[in-house]
């Protein structure tokens, strides 16, 4: 889990010099600022989406609550390079809606989608659920008796939510929050279609373009150390003051009338997710039927699917397998031991795909040859990455298993390991299902670390789609790109039925 720092360092050392040149150059910090205006902006247009659709599907008395909760979900399983193509082929130069859009707007043309604008959008409307999910999941679990008091003195219904439950939100805020600035520095597909210039972009291409693994090292070690002092700040700031409720009562708060607010409520959820689900929903549809129309690729189509399902399923399995003895190792037997095995299985979540995909093939050419171009480099990219979604999941639901029942089958004479086996793993399936699924999920859209690591002629969907589109061949990007959101779907509804 170390190697993709130790790559880094090494590779960097070897030529300081030229990794200097790199990073004092005054592109590199034009890169920073461009990079962090970007993340910066995508996570604030988030949490000003997520809270208050947060907070209408779960407080108070909209129509269809469950049908808008699961629409605005959706976009958690739409890949943002999917979006990105859905927004260029619909309002770029020779978009679909760009004349009919301009007309009743009363300008003469549409403003260019790509840049900043287009890649802030995209990012936004595709990165907003990291922020609701947690934020609608406190809300839901919140005791409603701080709230009631402060409405019984006198307080009106804002005034209570800004100073009661605004504070206990704050840090499942904080955390939906850095999850989306870390996708935005993260993202390599999304801001190569909308033409902004990204370290992802600029990293790839060096290393695809001239083989400056220096340069690419020197940009990936900076980009590494932003993220790192994203997470400083989240954590300094989540170390203030915790907010809990009252008594953590079980009791459901009482939906809150709309009243006169219910159809601007109405039409603010209709509109994120007509923009969200219903634009690349549309697009998708148009180009997969002008496809139809023509002739098809539905046997590289069927093969991607089928190396999408392969590689993304073996990456989910291995994650659920090592994600177990790790979760029991941090809850049942904490220490300095166990506490450093879990913050190394994590090290890899908080770098970009391309960073890894760069590690491997730097070590595997040098100490492991044979593994070099093969499908288990690729799964084991995938766990590197992802392996810290499974262990989360497992960790949660173990903490919800009593230690009693295991300590009640070691006294009836089981080994350690037939305890593990016959009573904590099946008590925590349920987790370990949920990690699974998740890793799936994100698996079967990464795109950088497939690039990079996929054997010569072993083209997954995202591929394909990316392919496709990067160079504006919008209607072969489609089918793949429908394919990719049904074989998705089913793991995001395993998490949204498991919430």
């Known amino acids: 889990m170390a190697l993709p720092l130790a790559y880094l360092l090494i590779t960097v050392g070897s030529e300081a010099g030229e990794a200097l040149d790199v990073v004092w150059d005054p592109r590199t ?27 209408l599907t779960a407080r108070t008395d909209l129509p269809a609550r469950r049908a808008w909760t699961v629409l605005a979900t959706l976009p958690l399983v739409i890949p943002s390079y999917i979006g990105a193509y859905a927004y260029v082929s619909a309002l770029g130069p020779t978009g679909l809606l760009r ?66 439950v605004l504070p206990q939100l704050l840090p499942a805020i ?34 695809r373009a001239s083989f400056d693994r220096t340069g690419a090292a020197a940009l990936a070690l900076v980009l590494v150390a932003l993220m790192l002092v994203l997470l400083w700040l989240e954590s300094r700031a989540r170390g203030g003051p915790l907010h809990r409720s009252a008594t953590g009562a079980a009791r459901p708060a009482r939906l809150i ?32 039927l002008q496809s139809f129309a023509g002739s098809p690729d539905w046997a590289g189509t069927v093969s ?90 497992a960790q949660a639901s173990l903490r919800q298993v009593p230690p009693s029942i295991e300590e009640a089958a070691r006294s009836l004479g089981r080994s350690p390991l037939e305890v593990t086996r016959t009573v904590t793993a099946p008590l925590m399936a349920s987790g370990v299902l ?22 010569t002629g072993f083209q997954t969907l995202a591929t394909e789609i990316w392919n496709a589109t990067s160079v504006g061949f919008f209607e072969r990007g489609a089918i793949p790109s429908l394919v990719l959101l049904a074989v998705a779907a089913p793991a995001l509804y395993l998490l949204m039925d498991r919430e």
């Open 99 to 164: 004349d009919s859009l301009a007309g009743p707007l009363g300008i003469e043309r549409l403003p260019d989608i790509t840049g900043f604008a287009g890649a802030c959008l995209v990012l936004t409307l595709f990165t907003y659920p990291l922020v609701l999910l947690p934020v609608r999941a406190v809300l839901r679990g919140l005791d409603p008796q701080l709230e009631e008091a402060a409405l019984g003195m006198g307080r009106s219904q804002w005034q209570a939510f800004r100073s009661v």
């Open 257 to 288: 009338p709309l009243g006169r607010w219910r159809l601007p409520s109405l039409a603010f959820c209709a509109l994120v997710c007509a923009l969200a689900v219903g634009l690349p929903a549309g697009v998708l549809v148009y180009w997969s």
């Open 29 to 55: 910090a034009a890169l920073v600022a461009r990079s962090a205006g970007l993340a910066l902006a995508v996570t604030a247009a988030s949490v000003a989406i997520a809270l208050p659709l947060a907070w």
């Open 174 to 207: 904080g955390a939906g929050a850095i999850l989306v600035a870390l996708y935005v520095l993260h993202d390599f597909g999304a801001v190569s279609i909308m033409r902004f210039d990204s370290f992802t972009v600029d990293i790839y291409t060096l290393y």
């Open 304 to 393: 991607a699917a089928g190396s999408s399902l392969l590689v993304s399923g073996l990456a989910a399995a291995v994650a659920a397998a090592c994600a177990i003895p790790i979760a029991i190792l941090a809850v049942r037997y904490p220490g300095r031991g166990s506490s450093l095995v879990e913050r190394l299985s994590y090290t890899g979540y908080a770098l970009p795909g391309i960073v890894v995909a760069l590690a491997l093939v730097f070590f595997a050419t040098r100490a492991l040859p044979a593994v070099y171009q093969t499908l288990g480099l690729l799964v084991f990219a995938f766990l590197v990455l992802f392996l810290p979604l499974a262990i989360g999941s």
């Open 434 to 455: 949920a990690g699974a699924a998740l890793v799936f999920l994100t698996a079967v859209k990464e795109l950088p670390a497939t690039l990079i690591l996929a054997p």
